[in-house]
């Protein structure tokens, strides 16, 4: 923030605010293992990717208000895939190092990577509309496109579905199936904060991280001129990766206490979360911001991504078990979308 107010380069003041987030995700991850410990993973889970997705929802709404709606959509597709590779990825070969596997349970796992393969149904629907019947995907090149009125109503629409079956998706592991989703976990390694304590903590660590992506967002179409990458690249990969920094550090840290109950929640449970909540409200939001309303119309790279990575998901989560080696392979394949992106 200081560097804002000098008047630093771009490069310098985008690359600040980014590492000025790492202290406040480790923060949130200590304030998560201690609701974890006292309401069980769930909730804990649920907290965790709730606060840790409000960087990204403030970095987008900033964006919205700018016109770059492009850079809106990747930094959506960013953070799906990142949760579902990078974080998973991480957390399955830190968390198995030492040990011949690990176990988390199948039916929850099962329950969130459907909510995953629903949102990404409804996600690609517009995109195959306006590939049928409007002027087609758009570049990877591109700013902010606008596709009509028929593609904008259809994506509201699209929005209100996804909500509705977010908030159904509460009610059901929150209250109606609890037990699921709250496995019992030892308390050691807690500190012993209050729940009060806990969620000031949480929240404290999100207001300063809403204030460092202000300054995050200010600086991007400068900082992606001045190193050199694209604002696609820089939205779909490095924004994605700082806005989940707390669930980067919160999915390996309990991983490697062998909770990987925990770790999956947190990294399908926030990949499902942003494209059953966050998503939509940013379609919702459009209305009111920017140029005009965001249609949830994909270019063909991010296509391909949120299909492969939703797969992915299920596949490697159906029989409740993980190695160190599933995680190589979770990363290896995050690596290879970083590259097409990076060429794209």
């Keep these: 923030m200081a560097l804002d107010l000098a008047g630093a380069a771009a490069g310098l003041v985008f690359g600040a605010a980014a590492l000025g987030i790492i202290p406040t995700a480790a923060l949130m991850g200590r304030a998560t293992e201690e609701l974890a410990a006292r309401s069980g993973p769930g909730i804990g889970g649920l907290l965790n990717v709730t606060f840790g997705n409000a960087p990204e929802l403030i970095i987008a709404l900033f964006a919205l208000q700018q016109g770059l709606q492009e850079v809106v959509k990747a930094s959506i597709v960013g953070s799906i895939i990142?949760?579902?590779?990078?974080?998973?990825?991480?957390?399955?070969?830190?968390?198995?190092?030492?040990?011949?596997?690990?176990?988390?349970?199948?039916?929850?796992?099962s329950i969130q990577t459907t909510m995953l393969l629903l949102a990404g149904a409804a996600l690609v629907m517009p995109a195959i509309f306006e590939l049928v019947e409007g002027q087609g995907l758009p570049a990877p090149s591109a700013e902010t496109v606008n596709y009509g009125s028929t593609v904008e109503h259809l994506s509201l629409a699209v929005a209100i579905v996804l909500i509705a079956t977010y908030v159904a998706g509460l009610f059901f592991s929150?209250?109606?199936?609890?037990?699921?989703?709250?496995?019992?976990?030892e308390d050691e390694g807690t500190w012993g904060w209050s729940t009060r304590k806990s969620v000031l903590a949480l929240a404290g660590a999100g207001v300063l991280v809403g204030l460092m992506s202000e300054v995050l967002v200010g600086s991007i179409e400068e900082a992606s001129?001045?190193?050199?990458?694209?604002?696609?690249?820089?939205?779909?990969?490095?924004?994605?990766?700082v806005g989940n920094a707390a669930e980067h550090w919160v999915a390996v840290l309990v991983a490697m206490k062998n909770k990987m109950d925990l770790?999956?929640?947190i990294a399908i449970g926030s990949s499902a979360q942003v494209a059953l909540f966050v998503a939509p409200v940013l379609v919702l939001a459009s209305f009111f911001l920017g140029p005009h309303p965001l249609a949830l119309v994909f270019n063909g790279f991010?296509?391909?991504?949120?299909?492969?990575?939703?797969?992915?998901?299920?596949?490697?989560?159906?029989?409740?078990?993980?190695?160190?080696f599933e995680g190589v392979q979770l990363l290896a394949v995050y690596a290879v979308f970083g590259l097409a992106f990076y060429f794209a």
């Design 174 to 185: 929150l209250k109606t199936h609890r037990d699921i989703f709250n496995p019992e976990y």
């Design 225 to 241: 001129h001045a190193v050199g990458l694209s604002e696609f690249f820089i939205g779909v990969i490095v924004v994605a990766i």
């Design 82 to 109: 990142g949760n579902i590779l990078l974080v998973l990825g991480a957390a399955m070969f830190f968390g198995g190092l030492g040990r011949d596997k690990q176990t988390f349970s199948r039916t929850t796992a």
């Design 263 to 265: 770790a999956v929640n």
């Design 302 to 324: 991010e296509l391909g991504a949120i299909l492969f990575a939703i797969l992915i998901a299920n596949y490697v989560t159906q029989d409740g078990e993980s190695t160190w």
